[in-house]
């Protein structure tokens, strides 16, 4: 790593405040987040060689990187830290049509640490430039901590660098950089009876549907339902980063066995129907023939897995066919039996 110290009295200021910006903006102070698992397309067309509101400057501390048209970016890693790999791609150019001309994007990792002789630039890694690819690996990467990418677009002939408009796509992973979200497990509830969901996560939270929750701000608000309902978790961290996730919680309600099928392709009764199983998507299923060999069984009853009188896909004979279910619920450990008249 390579340190360079500044004196800077706002630091604190810094640290503590973050704002989303237009992701051509070229202002440190501005840094636009870059997420776990999302790309971002962007560009330096708007920057300048202003690359902070506050003066600071950055030319004495990064001199492998030009900074006359420089765009910021940033990422904070989670409380592990560790792993995260940063592509740069379609990286593309444009400037004087002489091909003696070399249009490239400058690249540099860094973060900041504050000591009572000022501020610490840390380069996590060289300087990289290049027209087409760049990636960054790093397994080391402090927890809990806020990283810097400044990019900057150049071309040169001979040893005269000169500033140039350039357009890349930006992508970053790793396990340092997972976020923290988990809205819970799938729950079976019953109808009107007030349970509580168990999210979790760093940042603010958010759930919707909102109407059947005593708060839509908390993690593990209490609620009822009168129907199977998919709830979505939005959790916003103090970088910008925005992360979801879904829980779904089915209603327990009471199922209706059909007794007969009458399988003649009429479109009437040609499959054997439980009212409300949709409720129950992990349910097992097995039906048998009076000698107690086992005709039909699935995982799930949907309608494209209802029983239509056949085994091995060939018809079977008029008669009596037991059924047993279990409705695989961790609220409802019943098993329903009962028997299913085959017509023909």
């Given at each position: 790593?390579?340190?360079?110290?500044?004196?800077?009295?706002?630091?604190?200021?810094?640290?503590l405040?973050?704002?989303?910006q237009?992701?051509n903006?070229n202002?440190?102070?501005e840094?636009?987040?870059?997420?776990?698992g999302?790309?971002i397309?962007?560009?330096?067309?708007?920057?300048?060689?202003?690359h902070s509101?506050?003066?600071?400057?950055f030319?004495?501390?990064?001199?492998c990187?030009?900074?006359?048209?420089?765009?910021w970016f940033?990422?904070?890693?989670?409380?592990?830290?560790?792993?995260?790999?940063?592509?740069i791609n379609q990286?593309?150019?444009?400037?004087?049509s002489?091909?003696?001309?070399?249009?490239?994007?400058?690249?540099?990792?860094?973060?900041?640490?504050?000591?009572?002789?000022?501020?610490?630039?840390?380069?996590?890694?060289?300087?990289?430039?290049?027209?087409?690819?760049?990636?960054?690996?790093?397994?080391?990467?402090?927890?809990?901590?806020?990283?810097?990418?400044?990019?900057?677009?150049?071309?040169?002939?001979d040893?005269?660098p000169?500033?140039?408009i350039?357009?890349?796509?930006i992508?970053?992973?790793?396990?340092?950089?997972k976020?923290a979200?988990?809205?819970?497990?799938?729950?079976?509830?019953?109808?009107?009876?007030e349970?509580?969901?168990?999210?979790?996560?760093?940042?603010?939270?958010?759930?919707?549907?909102?109407?059947?929750?005593?708060?839509?701000?908390?993690?593990?608000?209490?609620?009822?339902?009168?129907?199977?309902?998919?709830?979505l978790?939005?959790?916003?961290?103090?970088?910008?980063?925005?992360?979801?996730?879904?829980?779904?919680?089915?209603?327990?309600?009471?199922?209706v066995f059909?007794?007969?099928?009458?399988?003649?392709?009429?479109?009437k009764?040609?499959?054997?129907?439980?009212?409300?199983i949709?409720n129950?998507?992990?349910?097992?299923?097995?039906?048998?023939?009076?000698?107690?060999?086992?005709?039909?069984q699935s995982?799930?009853?949907?309608?494209?897995?209802?029983?239509?009188?056949t085994?091995?896909?060939?018809q079977?004979p008029a008669?009596?066919?037991?059924?047993?279910?279990?409705?695989?619920?961790?609220?409802?450990?019943e098993i329903?039996?009962?028997?299913?008249?085959?017509?023909?």
């Amino acid at each position: 790593m390579f340190k360079y110290i500044i004196t800077l009295f706002f630091f604190k200021f810094l640290l503590l405040s973050f704002f989303c910006q237009n992701s051509n903006n070229n202002l440190f102070e501005e840094a636009f987040p870059l997420c776990y698992g999302q790309t971002i397309s962007s560009n330096n067309a708007n920057s300048n060689s202003t690359h902070s509101s506050n003066n600071f400057n950055f030319d004495s501390l990064i001199n492998c990187v030009k900074l006359d048209n420089s765009s910021w970016f940033k990422f904070t890693t989670n409380e592990i830290g560790g792993m995260v790999d940063i592509i740069i791609n379609q990286i593309n150019c444009i400037g004087d049509s002489n091909l003696v001309f070399q249009n490239n994007i400058e690249v540099v990792p860094l973060y900041f640490t504050n000591f009572s002789s000022g501020l610490v630039v840390d380069l996590v890694d060289n300087c990289q430039t290049s027209n087409s690819n760049i990636s960054f690996s790093f397994s080391d990467l402090l927890p809990n901590q806020v990283y810097y990418l400044l990019i900057d677009g150049y071309n040169a002939i001979d040893t005269i660098p000169i500033s140039t408009i350039c357009s890349y796509q930006i992508q970053i992973s790793g396990s340092g950089l997972k976020p923290a979200i988990d809205a819970g497990e799938d729950m079976f509830v019953f109808p009107g009876e007030e349970f509580q969901l168990s999210g979790f996560g760093i940042g603010n939270p958010n759930w919707y549907p909102t109407s059947f929750l005593d708060s839509s701000n908390s993690l593990t608000p209490y609620l009822t339902i009168s129907s199977t309902t998919e709830f979505l978790l939005t959790l916003t961290e103090d970088g910008g980063c925005v992360y979801e996730d879904r829980v779904k919680i089915f209603a327990q309600i009471p199922l209706v066995f059909f007794n007969t099928i009458t399988p003649n392709n009429d479109g009437k009764n040609d499959q054997w129907r439980i009212k409300n199983i949709e409720n129950y998507p992990f349910c097992r299923l097995e039906i048998f023939n009076k000698w107690g060999q086992i005709v039909y069984q699935s995982i799930g009853y949907k309608e494209n897995q209802r029983w239509n009188g056949t085994f091995n896909e060939k018809q079977l004979p008029a008669g009596t066919y037991f059924y047993v279910l279990d409705v695989g619920s961790n609220s409802n450990s019943e098993i329903y039996r009962g028997t299913i008249n085959l017509l023909r």
